[in-house]
């Protein structure tokens, strides 16, 4: 249990194009998703925090007309980049919370991450 | 505000060695503690968590670490790593009540070589 998935795994698109990534927690609701970026070699920063039914919280220095996230259910939460340049190129991770499996509240599920690159 | 430090950035270990990675937080409240591992090309995995009871928290592969709430630790730790140890990992801690975020350190990427 508690798996979370993102598609797709690899996009590829051309500046100027927006790119939407879907997260979905496939065997338990999740009331909390997250979205992380990793640079190469770096940690993993928190970009936003989407609670079903409403908007999301981001963090200091992310551009949320940039990075659209709809969390439209308890199941699927999207990010989507827009107008995508170079720099947006990274490696995206979704994670989302619930009670799942067992686990605490507190416990957040990882999805397996989509890397971005922007031609 | 809370952060969370990881002091070794590489470790470099020959098979069979003992390991300890530090990790290190900030928040003086109650937290709940995670370690995390990414092996290459691959998504992150959790590999132990604390929420309370026992300090000391066993994981998976053979990995267990220690919270030691005085010192605001939680030292990740392996008698004997193997070469398929080689891997990112990451310390990360949540606080009990209020904001959920997840704050992660920086990783620490260990080589174990054969």
């Known amino acids: 249990g508690a798996v979370v998935s993102q598609h797709p795994s690899w996009v590829i698109c051309k500046s100027g194009t927006s790119v939407k990534i879907e997260c979905r927690s496939l065997?338990?609701?999740?009331?909390?998703m997250f979205w992380y970026r990793q640079f190469p070699k770096q940690s993993l920063m928190l970009m936003a925090t989407?609670?079903?039914?409403?908007?999301?919280?981001?963090e200091q220095g992310v551009e949320k007309d940039k990075f659209l996230i709809n969390h439209a259910s308890l199941t699927l939460s999207t990010l989507t980049v827009t107008s995508a340049h170079p720099e947006d190129s990274s490696f995206y991770i979704c994670?989302?919370?619930?009670?799942?499996?067992?686990?605490?509240?507190?416990?957040?599920?990882f999805g397996p991450g989509t890397r971005l690159t922007v031609l | 505000a809370q952060s969370v430090s990881q002091h070794n950035h590489h470790v470099i270990l020959s098979e069979a060695a003992s390991l300890e990675l530090g990790c290190n937080y900030s928040?003086?409240?109650?937290?709940?503690l995670f370690w995390y591992v990414q092996y290459p090309g691959q998504h992150l995995q959790l590999l132990l968590k604390?929420?309370?009871?026992?300090?000391l928290v066993k994981g998976i592969k053979g990995f267990e670490a220690e919270f030691i709430k005085s010192k605001f630790s939680f030292n990740l730790r392996k008698p004997s790593v193997q070469w398929s140890d080689t891997a990112e990992y990451f310390c990360?801690?949540?606080?009990?009540?209020?904001?959920?975020?997840?704050?992660f350190g920086t990783g620490t990427r260990l080589t174990v070589i054969p």
């Open positions: 994670s989302a919370k619930g009670l799942a499996g067992g686990g605490s509240y507190n416990e957040q599920f």
């Open positions: 065997d338990f609701q999740a009331t909390t």
């Open positions: 989407s609670n079903e039914g409403s908007k999301a919280t981001y």
């Open positions: 928040y003086g409240g109650t937290v709940n």
């Open positions: 604390y929420f309370s009871g026992d300090p």
């Open positions: 990360a801690v949540i606080r009990q009540t209020g904001a959920n975020n997840l704050f």
